[in-house]
């Protein structure tokens, strides 16, 4: 097989999988009259943008975790604020003060989205996001087919889709962990600086990008690693004095985030092995009909993660290939993350 | 999470644009599946929340077992190749 053909094989099976995806979603929503939106996306349907539009509410008051326990790190609350003030304060002065009411608002005339400046504040916000990604993308591909196919892949695919319906700032940390993979080793020296950055600033948004890291230590460099270490701490740590909790604020985002990851309601939400077992054993015990020591086999899930995590660590010190170290490290998020799909 | 199971992708493919490498393409299609036809799970009538995690942890599952397969695989290949190596020095 020569090059060219393989190139066209292997990017072609990406699209044409993603193809076949696409045609079956329209022919569903053909035939159901889009009620398998619903399905596909978050079920709350009056609610689409969410992420995007309460996280602005939530910066009103400069006190995002104190009043509102936000999960969203300092650098993400930082952006909304920055939002926030572009909104007139004829519109911000009538939105809820508390969370519930908040929820309770949308489809009401105080709803963000009937306003004319932030429903275009959010189709900036998508806009950019995939003119970044077109940027990125061709420039990291020499060839000019492979980069249309991944573009197009990269923006509707059921992920990203499902992160703009939600508006969730997970997007702009893609496109920032997808500028360090892309350009790290850049030949270019201001490129490459600019690649860590993004890594830190990815991480700044939404943490767990921060496992990117490892391809550093994988790569021997530990200058650049402690580098951005640094950037990270300096993305993490400051963004907290644009709040009024200032460090206080530190705490209380740490203990929303374990108290959301414990909430037994989601305790079947999540790909980490006890999450799974939790899920799986209940199938099993209705077709047995017999009572399993759940305890014992969450344990024995949670026993699992640490090892294979060790395992998925460890690989990237000996695979060569970074594609598959990355692949690696990016499992290695599925201990760890909270929500299921983006 | 799902969208940073692109970035493997991406790099794959962005892979074989220099060198020939089979292997890839079943990691390829692997994520691809994931990537995109995800939302396949969810296509159904029912509304049993549980079910529809139970079908994505499946799909999970299996590729983190082939994951951590496919690489103790490698080394395995790696250290017979290396002793067939030697015996043939020998």
């Given at each position: 097989m020569n090059k060219y053909m393989k190139i066209k094989a292997n990017s072609k099976v990406f699209g044409v999988i993603l193809f076949i995806g696409f045609i079956i979603t329209t022919i569903c929503m053909q035939l159901s009259h889009g009620d398998i939106f619903a399905e596909i996306f978050f079920y709350d349907t009056l609610d689409t943008g969410m992420d995007f539009f309460h996280s602005i509410e939530y910066t009103r008051g400069r006190a995002p975790y104190e009043v509102?326990?936000?999960?969203?790190p300092p650098l993400a609350n930082c952006i909304f604020y920055f939002l926030f003030h572009m909104i007139p304060k004829s519109v911000s002065e009538q939105w809820a003060d508390t969370f519930e009411s908040g929820i309770g608002a949308r489809g009401t005339s105080i709803d963000l989205r009937v306003s004319q400046t932030p429903m275009f504040l959010f189709i900036c916000y998508i806009i950019i996001s995939v003119m970044l990604i077109w940027i990125i993308v061709n420039n990291y591909y020499e060839n000019k087919k492979t980069s249309y196919i991944m573009c197009f892949g990269i923006i509707f695919n059921y992920g990203m889709l499902y992160a703009y319906e939600r508006g969730n700032i997970v997007i702009y940390s893609f496109i920032c962990s997808m500028m360090f993979v892309f350009f790290q080793n850049s030949k270019n020296k201001y490129m490459r600086e600019i690649a860590l950055m993004s890594l830190a600033f990815a991480a700044g948004l939404k943490i767990y990008p921060a496992f990117l890291g490892f391809l550093l230590l994988y790569n021997k460099e530990y200058k650049r690693a402690i580098r951005t270490v640094i950037y990270g701490i300096i993305m993490f740590i400051v963004p907290f004095f644009a709040f009024q909790e200032k460090l206080s604020g530190l705490p209380i985002f740490f203990n929303t985030l374990f108290k959301f990851q414990n909430i037994t309601e989601l305790?079947?939400?999540?790909?980490?092995f006890d999450k799974i077992f939790n899920t799986i054993i209940i199938p099993f015990q209705l077709i047995w009909k017999k009572e399993l020591d759940v305890e014992l086999i969450i344990t024995v899930g949670q026993k699992l993660n640490i090892v294979s995590a060790l395992v998925l660590l460890g690989c990237g010190f000996i695979l060569k290939k970074i594609g598959k170290k990355l692949w690696h490290v990016v499992w290695l998020w599925l201990y760890f993350q909270i929500k299921r799909y983006i | 999470m799902i969208i940073f199971m692109l970035l493997p992708l991406c790099v794959l493919i962005h892979d074989e644009d220099k060198v020939i490498n089979r292997e890839n393409t079943s990691i390829v299609i692997a994520l691809s599946l994931l990537v995109c036809l995800l939302p396949l799970g969810n296509m159904?009538?029912?509304?049993?929340i549980l079910l529809k995690y139970i079908r994505f942890q499946i799909i999970i599952l299996i590729l983190i077992c082939y994951t951590i397969f496919s690489f103790f695989k490698q080394i395995m290949v790696k250290n017979n190749s290396g002793r067939k190596l030697g015996q043939i020095q020998k």
């Open positions: 509102w326990n936000t999960l969203y305790s079947y939400n999540g790909f980490s | 159904s009538s029912e509304t049993n």
